[in-house]
C-alpha cells in the first residue's frame, strides 16, 4: 500500500500495526477473499481484472498486487481486494 500512495508510513507498537494514510488518500472498502476455511488461488493469468481497486496477493516472492504478480509471471493467493 505503500507503493500504491494510500499511506505515508507505519508503525509496529506491541504487535499492533498503526497505520498513517495520505490526506488525499482515503480507502472506502476493504475485503477479505481468502479465509482460513476457504482459500482463494489465482495463477498469474487468471487474476480478475479490476478497474476502481486494487487486488492484494501473497505470492512466493512476498506481497504484492495482483498487477505486480502478473508482471512477474508468478501466481498466488488472494488476500483481499482494496478500493
Not at 57 to 65: E, L, Q, Y
Not at 66 to 71: P, T
Not at 72 to 82: A, D, H, P, S, T
Request: positive net charge; aromatic residues 16%; without cysteine.
Amino acid at each position: 500500500m505503500f507503493r500504491l500512495g494510500y499511506i505515508n508510513g507505519f508503525t509496529i507498537y506491541k504487535k499492533i500495526i498503526v497505520v498513517w494514510l495520505k490526506k488525499n488518500q482515503r480507502i472506502q472498502k476493504i475485503q477479505n477473499i481468502s479465509l482460513p476455511a476457504n482459500r482463494v488461488y489465482f495463477p498469474y493469468k487468471k487474476f480478475p481484472y479490476i478497474t476502481n481497486g486494487v487486488l492484494i496477493v501473497s505470492t512466493i516472492k512476498g506481497i504484492m498486487t495482483s498487477l505486480e504478480a502478473s508482471r512477474y509471471r508468478i501466481g498466488g493467493e488472494v488476500l483481499f481486494y482494496l478500493k
